[in-house]
């Protein structure tokens, strides 16, 4: 980068109020806090639709997920050691009840924050085993975020949609190549596309690889030796910059009325 391009940055930063202006506070993704935002979208949802009854759960049994499946399949849901397993997305589950009392699952949220490295440049902060280090080589922790999405396929198998909704935040989820300016005036890179930083592969699995930042809330259908397999993705929101309380809110509403409208027929409002 040059000396210009280096000063530019520097000044924008300055006017952005310095290392929580462009990137946000490293808390922010704490502080707008995703069971907060689902709040919201419950409340939203019960005045769009007075109609309809609607209920926002923090976690559903493993037990009652085996049950559903086991309703299917009697080979199905039969293995539970711990008989007060669960589990517990970070935003709560959503649902509707239909006209025949039983409860449709509209929304399901998880946030998740990796990468600290934007922060980490700005304040000066080496880091490494040896503390001389620019950049963290991004950990596989949010792996963990597959058992919750294949419990929801497991409870919503008989289901045309699924949706499940995850915000990424971080460098590591970044979608562009970064560069950040440190105090003692070095811009450093931090590449998008190096296996040693991003980790949205690690994700991807969740949604077979479609685009990410997209609603993937109606399943699709792919055509195999004949017959037609369903498919169920994962809405993957992903970027460095921390998610805002009224974007997360807006992508939540749509992904939960498209659930309305596909289960609208099974649903008693007028």
């Known amino acids: 980068m040059s000396k210009g391009q280096t000063d530019r940055l520097s000044e924008q930063q300055q006017k952005s109020g310095g290392p929580k202006g462009i990137f946000g506070e490293n808390a922010q993704i704490h502080e707008v806090s995703v069971t907060e935002a689902t709040d919201e979208v419950f409340d939203k949802l019960k005045k769009a639709h007075p109609l309809l009854k609607f209920r ?15 309703k299917i399949d009697s080979r199905l849901g039969k293995t539970l050691y711990v008989k007060n397993a669960k589990i ?9 009840e239909d006209d025949k009392g039983k409860w449709r699952i509209i929304l399901v949220v998880e946030a998740k924050h990796q990468g600290k490295d934007v922060e980490n440049i700005q304040a000066g902060k080496k880091v490494g085993k040896n503390n001389d280090q620019d950049l963290m080589v991004a950990g596989n922790a949010i792996e963990r975020v597959h058992k919750n999405i294949n419990e929801i396929r497991n409870i919503m198998i008989k289901e045309n949609h699924f949706p499940y909704v995850v915000f990424l935040q971080g460098s590591n989820f970044s979608t562009k190549t970064l560069d950040v300016l440190a105090p003692d005036g070095r811009c450093v890179k931090i590449k998008h596309d190096s296996g040693e930083m991003n980790r949205i592969d690690r994700v991807t699995a969740a949604n077979y ?13 792919i055509k195999k030796n004949g017959s037609y397999m369903m498919l169920q993705a994962t809405s993957i929101y992903a970027r460095c910059e921390p998610w805002k309380e009224e974007e997360m809110i807006e992508i939540m509403m749509q992904v939960a009325e498209t659930s309305l409208s596909i289960l609208s027929k099974q649903l008693s409002e007028n």
């Not at 970070?90 to 509707?96: A, F, H, M």
């Not at 690889?209 to 259908?221: P, Y």
């Open 209 to 221: 690889s479609m685009s990410i930042n997209q609603n993937h809330c109606e399943n699709i259908f």
């Open 56 to 70: 926002h759960r923090t976690k559903i049994p493993k037990k009652e997920i085996n049950d559903e499946l086991n």
């Open 88 to 96: 517990k997305p970070d935003g709560g589950i959503i649902e509707v």
